[in-house]
């Protein structure tokens, strides 16, 4: 089953289109989705973490609504999948546990794909991608494969994002990094489970497996409502694919690197947005 | 951290004792204290102590003070990411409970540690850190050079002098 199969499959599973969720990362959308775990560090392979999970504007506090569940993956150090216990989704955030059995770096988050824009038929404009399913009578479908045959103007922009957390037994692994040689990803320099306020955090950040230039990556430390500003550090990853973060504050970060470019996947769309995010300790010295 | 019995007092000294004996009457000595803090919820701190070689490289830990005993839901060992940066230094590279190295956690006093036997001439810097349940947290550091290191250094809350001699 490839990946799109699969996201279907459980984007039907969950009731929710494809587009509904590509559209969560749409540029449009000041929210931002996050996971944040309980423990980032563990000491042993007998302990359980607890994750929160929401969509809101301030990180990380879910004011608005609660992350899908359905959607995540549990990689395990060795790459199995690992078990998503005691799931709740609530008004405003989800939460869940994991029982954390093996030594080296986890990863829990999602990986989406989806396409929105439009084309012309019979000389009327139809949309592609938006929030929720089409009802009969709207001039709307929910991704390329329903795009019929006699459609012009076919304007498609690819959106491709990844979003999760870390979270290490022991020492700090790069298992969970290896590229899949598709969209942005993360290559840490610095691992983001080892993190100190004190020193620089180095990522690299690749788009089809190649160091990437000019992705703008943010970093927004959490618990905004105590303090005035939004404390953003904004940088943008130089030839060799590196951006450098100096840490304003100890705490928990949501990092979000953005990039664009005209090479997506399917042949009839033009544009390709990519996001990687996830979510960082950055600890005290 | 854990809930710390009473038999910390008993166990408190059976690591420093016990190493103590196998000094050479030569080696240096770490003299660490432990204050006495006036809280309603005291525990003994976790207290680990390692050497970091100025000229960079792998850190090497002299002693970890944890609750060695407790085991189950909650192991003792749960909580020794609290000494957040030995754990990032050298902590998480350990596999624990280590011979000479782990220890019972102490109550406030005066212990004496001596400074590995073979340890290769060089200039380092002696690092102490102490995390407290319901408390604070404390890194003192005290650049030494061996053989022959001697020198003092003081924390503030969760940890009193510490003197090399």
């Known amino acids: 089953m490839n990946s799109r199969t699969l996201f279907s499959r459980l984007a039907l599973a969950s009731g929710l289109s494809l587009a509904s969720l590509a559209l969560t990362t749409s540029p449009a959308s000041a929210h931002r989705f996050w996971l944040v775990p309980s423990a980032t560090t563990l000491s042993g392979t007998d302990q359980t973490i607890s994750f929160d999970g929401a969509i809101s504007n301030d990180l990380f506090n879910p004011d608005h609504v609660a992350m899908p569940l359905e959607i995540l993956t549990i990689v395990k150090p060795d790459g199995s999948k690992g078990e998503m216990l005691n799931a709740a989704k609530a008004r405003h955030r989800s939460t869940f546990d994991v029982a954390i059995d093996q030594e080296g770096t986890w990863w829990v988050g999602v990986t989406r794909q989806g396409y929105f824009g439009s084309f012309k038929l019979n000389g009327e404009e139809w949309r592609v991608g938006g929030r929720g399913r089409p009802r009969p009578g709207d001039k709307r479908v929910d991704g390329v494969d329903a795009i019929p045959d006699g459609a012009s103007d076919i304007d498609l922009t690819e959106n491709l994002s990844t979003n999760g957390t870390f979270v290490t037994s022991g020492i700090p692994d790069t298992d969970a990094f290896t590229p899949t040689g598709k969209g942005l990803e993360l290559q840490p320099l610095t691992h983001p489970d080892d993190l100190v306020a004190n020193e620089p955090g180095r990522f690299r950040f690749l788009i089809d497996g190649k160091p990437a230039a000019g992705v703008k990556v943010t970093a927004v430390p959490g618990s905004k409502q105590y303090r005035s500003s939004e404390m953003v550090t904004t940088v943008e990853t130089g030839a060799d694919g590196i951006a450098t973060i100096a840490w304003p504050t100890p705490g928990m970060y949501w990092i979000d690197a953005k990039a664009e470019d005209a090479n997506p996947a399917e042949p009839r769309a033009t544009r390709r947005r990519m996001g990687y995010t996830f979510t960082a300790e950055v600890v005290a010295p | ?165």
């Open chain 2, 1 to 165: 951290m854990p809930r710390l019995a009473t038999t910390t007092g008993a166990t408190a000294l059976v690591a420093g004792a016990a190493s103590a004996l196998a000094v050479p009457a030569n080696a240096e000595t770490i003299r660490v204290t432990i204050p006495r803090i006036k809280v309603a919820e005291y525990h003994a701190p976790y207290v680990a102590a390692w050497l970091e070689p100025e000229t960079g490289g792998a850190a090497r830990t002299i002693f970890v003070w944890y609750d060695i005993k407790k085991k189950g839901a909650e192991p003792g060992t749960k909580w020794l990411t609290d000494l957040r940066t030995w754990w990032r230094k050298g902590g998480r590279r350990l596999k624990l409970p280590a011979d000479g190295v782990s220890g019972a956690t102490r109550t406030p006093g005066s212990y004496d540690i001596p400074l590995p036997a073979n340890l290769p001439k060089g200039a380092y810097v002696l690092k102490v850190e102490a995390a407290r349940e319901t408390g604070g947290r404390e890194i003192v550091s005290l650049p030494i050079t061996v053989p022959g290191a001697k020198g003092t250094a003081s924390g503030k809350t969760e940890l009193g002098a510490i003197t090399i001699r």
